[in-house]
Nanobody, 118 residues
Framework: QVQVVESGGGLVQPGGSLRLSCAFS????????MGWYRQVPGKARELVAH???????KYADSVKGRFTISRDNAKNTVALQMDSLKPEDTAVYYC????????????WGQGTQVTVSS
């Protein structure tokens, strides 16, 4: 059974950085596309970044040039490096296996809160 656990969130000032990590448990991690998503109260969860099994990446326009997604198939982890953070990046961040288009396979962890505030 596939499970994910997100970590690394916290409080950071505007312009700062955070690195989120997602630990995947289950088989065949290297065959899954993985996505990072975020959600704020009252809004739908949105795709932030996506990485294919072949490591091709794509990003939401709002985070391009600031966020970087990466994966370590030896450790079954996916990271999201977030730089130049803005208050509008404040959200609960989740990772999930996804399809090739970035649609989640609906396997969620508890999420990790990111708050960008001075």
């Amino acid at each position: 059974q596939v499970q994910v656990v997100e970590s690394g969130g916290g409080l950071v000032q505007p312009g700062g950085s955070l690195r989120l990590s997602c630990a995947f448990s289950g088989n065949f991690f290297s065959l899954y596309a993985m996505g990072w998503y975020r959600q704020v109260p009252g809004k739908a969860r949105e795709l932030v970044a996506h990485i294919a099994p072949g490591r091709m990446t794509k990003y939401a326009d709002s985070v391009k040039g600031r966020f970087t997604i990466s994966r370590d198939n030896a450790k079954n982890t996916v990271a999201l490096q977030m730089d130049s953070l803005k208050p509008e990046d404040t959200a609960v961040y989740y990772c999930s296996p996804s399809d090739q288009n970035g649609s989640s396979l609906e396997i969620w962890g508890q999420g990790t809160q990111v708050t960008v505030s001075s």
